[in-house]
């Protein structure tokens, strides 16, 4: 199976700072990268398809780049309604696998 | 607008079967380049990919589960379910089932349901 790690597993931030979580795969997944965001006892919702395109309807504030092992989610400016756990997803091979999720919480 | 809704069995002894359902309203299950699968989320844990029906009728499952799991389609109720056997309390997790997109071959999970709750307890 593909691992996928995620740094950090848990972050602070004030509205309007800048974040960005990484992730990092076992081996080489492509452009086959994924990102969700899920809220507390809600289902995930995809912010980020094949490694860079933004979902529609997904804010614009929303970016992402990447592609082999190391990807990055980038949030320019966060709104309170970020405040969330982030999951990177490899679709390269399966089993399709996640990342452990990075928690975005109020400074 | 797609919806999908999971139903069934929210308490399971151990070495019991689970049994889901996800019905899908707003398009068909058999069109389109679509899959149709479960994930599970243990409580306070992260996300598992356990498998998939495609419109075809093939299925894929995750090989850590393989021997335990069917998912299936009943195309004229137009939804799809999960059977998993022999639960055990590591089994406990929230189900969600999904639609699998595919742009630029690119597969990633568009709608989802809002989960159910399963408990492996005696």
């Known amino acids: 199976d593909i691992q996928m790690t995620q740094s950090p597993s848990s972050l602070s931030a004030f509205v309007g700072d800048r974040v960005t979580i990484t992730c990092r795969a076992s081996?080489?997944?492509?452009?086959?990268l994924n990102w969700y965001q899920q809220k507390p006892g809600k289902a995930p919702k995809v912010l980020i398809y094949?490694?860079?395109t933004l979902q529609s309807g997904v804010p614009s504030r929303f970016s992402a780049s990447g592609s082999g092992t190391d990807f990055t989610l980038a949030i320019s400016s966060l709104e309170p309604e970020d405040f969330a756990t982030y999951y990177c997803?490899?679709?390269?091979?399966?089993?399709?696998?996640f990342g452990q999720g990075t928690k975005v919480e109020i400074k | 607008q797609l919806q999908l809704q999971e139903s069934g069995s929210g308490l399971v002894k151990p070495t019991q079967t689970l049994s889901l359902t996800c019905a899908v309203s707003?398009?068909?299950?058999?069109?389109?380049?679509?899959?149709w699968n479960w994930i599970r989320q243990p409580p306070g844990r992260g996300l598992e990919w356990i498998g998939y029906?495609?419109?075809?009728?093939?299925?894929y499952y995750n090989p850590s589960l393989k021997s335990r799991v069917t998912i299936s389609a009943d195309r004229s109720k137009n939804q799809f379910s999960l059977n998993l056997n022999s639960m055990t309390a590591a089994d406990t997790a929230v189900y969600f089932c999904?639609?699998?997109?595919?742009?630029?071959?690119?597969?990633?999970?568009?709608?989802w349901g809002q989960g159910a709750a399963v408990t492996v307890s005696s």
């Open positions: 999904a639609r699998g997109r595919q742009l630029w071959t690119h597969p990633f999970f568009d709608y």
């Open positions: 707003g398009d068909s299950i058999s069109s389109g380049d679509f899959s």
């Open positions: 029906f495609y419109h075809t009728g093939s299925t």
């Open positions: 081996q080489s997944v492509s452009t086959y």
């Open positions: 094949a490694s860079s």
């Open positions: 997803q490899q679709t390269y091979d399966i089993p399709w696998t």
